[in-house]
């Protein structure tokens, strides 16, 4: 179980850009995503909870640790994919992956997890010659290749392409039950994680328990397509979100109208925040 509070905690960049202002939550999770658009804070509030950040005022602790008093505590327990810099560069990728196996002394489970995100299709690529997508896949494989720590996982799908995030989904569901993950995307959480943090421009907007909201649907439309649905409560483009009839719903999917529909949950506190 990991327990993450923080109290009435604020950060910023140089005394001007105010990263988090004021955020206050507790949750208690084995599972945790901490869901907000771009620049929201995210990264930010990850970094105060592995101890790289020192809060500028308030209070923060991750299972009773104050992190920037006991980093190294904190270091022992938690494995943050977003250590950027410290991967050997010139190594190849087959090196790094033996290299990992004899740290943790799970060479084994360490080469089958390696295979299973799809890493060893690189194998031979030295670190620095890698896609985007393939550096991200590496850190995502550091960060869960230590059995003794807790993934902590910050954006770990957004250079990925369908087919190595389908991968990591899958390893992570079926290897690992606690975690810490981040997403700009609120699906990838709800699939993800049962407890969420919602951040808005550096202020918490909403914690807890994911929640599935009934009457409320996210209605999956073709982008190009205009369809009459009532009570619309945000329009995320090719996905709408509204306070409407079940009934109504399925008889558009029956004439094609729509693509798709599903019980609204965090993308509604994600529409809630814009209006
Ligand atoms: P997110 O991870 O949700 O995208 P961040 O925590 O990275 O958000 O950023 C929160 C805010 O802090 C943004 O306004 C961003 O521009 C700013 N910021 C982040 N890192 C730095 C930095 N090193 N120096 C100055 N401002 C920063």
Redesign the pocket.
Request: charged share 30%; glycine share 8%.
């Given at each position: 179980m990991i327990t993450l509070e923080a109290e009435k905690l604020s950060f910023s960049?140089?005394g001007?850009?105010m990263?988090?202002k004021d955020v206050s939550f507790r949750v208690k999770e084995k599972r945790i995503g901490i869901v907000?658009?771009?620049?929201?804070?995210?990264?930010?509030?990850?970094?105060i909870f592995m101890g790289f950040l020192k809060p500028e005022s308030g209070k923060v602790t991750l299972n009773g640790v104050v992190p920037y008093r006991e980093r190294g505590e904190i270091l022992k327990a938690f494995a943050p994919s977003f250590e950027k810099g410290r991967l050997p560069y010139r190594m190849k990728v087959r090196d790094l992956v033996s290299l990992v196996g004899e740290i943790t002394g799970e060479s084994k489970e360490v080469v089958s997890l390696a295979q299973d995100l799809g890493v060893q299709s690189f194998y031979d690529k030295r670190v620095y010659e890698l896609s985007s997508g393939q550096e991200q896949l590496l850190w995502i494989f550091n960060a869960l290749s230590d059995p003794g720590r807790i993934p902590v996982l910050?954006?770990p799908f957004v250079h990925l392409d369908i087919h190595a995030y389908r991968r990591v989904v899958k390893v992570l569901k079926e290897r690992f039950d606690s975690y810490i993950l981040?997403s700009?995307v609120p699906e990838d959480v709800e699939l993800l994680t049962e407890s969420v943090i919602v951040?808005e421009k550096?202020e918490v907007r909403w914690y807890g328990k994911i929640p599935e909201l009934e009457g409320a649907y996210e209605v999956f439309v073709a982008s190009t397509e205009k369809v009459d649905i009532p009570n619309v409560v945000a329009d995320f483009g090719n996905v709408l979100v509204c306070d409407c009839d079940l009934g109504l719903l399925e008889s558009l999917m029956r004439r094609g109208a729509i693509r798709g529909y599903k019980k609204a949950g965090v993308r509604l506190l994600y529409a809630k925040i814009r209006d």
């Amino acid at each position: 179980m990991i327990t993450l509070e923080a109290e009435k905690l604020s950060f910023s960049y140089n005394g001007k850009t105010m990263a988090l202002k004021d955020v206050s939550f507790r949750v208690k999770e084995k599972r945790i995503g901490i869901v907000g658009q771009n620049g929201s804070g995210k990264t930010t509030l990850l970094s105060i909870f592995m101890g790289f950040l020192k809060p500028e005022s308030g209070k923060v602790t991750l299972n009773g640790v104050v992190p920037y008093r006991e980093r190294g505590e904190i270091l022992k327990a938690f494995a943050p994919s977003f250590e950027k810099g410290r991967l050997p560069y010139r190594m190849k990728v087959r090196d790094l992956v033996s290299l990992v196996g004899e740290i943790t002394g799970e060479s084994k489970e360490v080469v089958s997890l390696a295979q299973d995100l799809g890493v060893q299709s690189f194998y031979d690529k030295r670190v620095y010659e890698l896609s985007s997508g393939q550096e991200q896949l590496l850190w995502i494989f550091n960060a869960l290749s230590d059995p003794g720590r807790i993934p902590v996982l910050d954006e770990p799908f957004v250079h990925l392409d369908i087919h190595a995030y389908r991968r990591v989904v899958k390893v992570l569901k079926e290897r690992f039950d606690s975690y810490i993950l981040t997403s700009h995307v609120p699906e990838d959480v709800e699939l993800l994680t049962e407890s969420v943090i919602v951040l808005e421009k550096g202020e918490v907007r909403w914690y807890g328990k994911i929640p599935e909201l009934e009457g409320a649907y996210e209605v999956f439309v073709a982008s190009t397509e205009k369809v009459d649905i009532p009570n619309v409560v945000a329009d995320f483009g090719n996905v709408l979100v509204c306070d409407c009839d079940l009934g109504l719903l399925e008889s558009l999917m029956r004439r094609g109208a729509i693509r798709g529909y599903k019980k609204a949950g965090v993308r509604l506190l994600y529409a809630k925040i814009r209006d």
